[in-house]
């Protein structure tokens, strides 16, 4: 069966990493738009930028588009 209308989903995260020792951190936003193509399938575009990083190091965007399959 395939699906009229494909659910799409809006979403806006922040992650906050530290490093293991506890000295270095980095901070990001990231914005995504997910499809549900079936319960099982979905597809999602992010976009990534990166709001703080540990000293000496320069900031990074990512984009990137994901294709997951559950089984």
């Known amino acids: 069966m ?3 209308k ?5 979403v806006v995260r ?6 293991a020792n506890g000295q ?5 936003v990231a914005l995504a ?13 992010d976009f990534l930028q990166q709001t703080e990083v540990p ?3 320069t900031k ?3 984009f990137s588009v ?3 399959l559950g089984f």
């Not at 494909?6 to 809006?10: A, F, G, M, S, T």
């Not at 922040?14 to 490093?19: A, K, L, P, R």
């Not at 270095?24 to 990001?28: E, I, L, P, Q, V």
């Open 66 to 68: 994901l294709f997951m």
């Open 6 to 10: 494909i659910p799409l989903v809006p």
């Open 2 to 4: 395939i699906p009229t």
């Open 24 to 28: 270095d951190s980095t901070k990001a």
């Open 55 to 57: 000293p000496g190091r």
């Open 14 to 19: 922040y992650e906050s990493v530290e490093s």
């Open 33 to 45: 738009l997910i499809a549900y193509l079936r319960s099982n399938v979905n597809v999602s575009i």
């Open 60 to 62: 990074a965007d990512r």
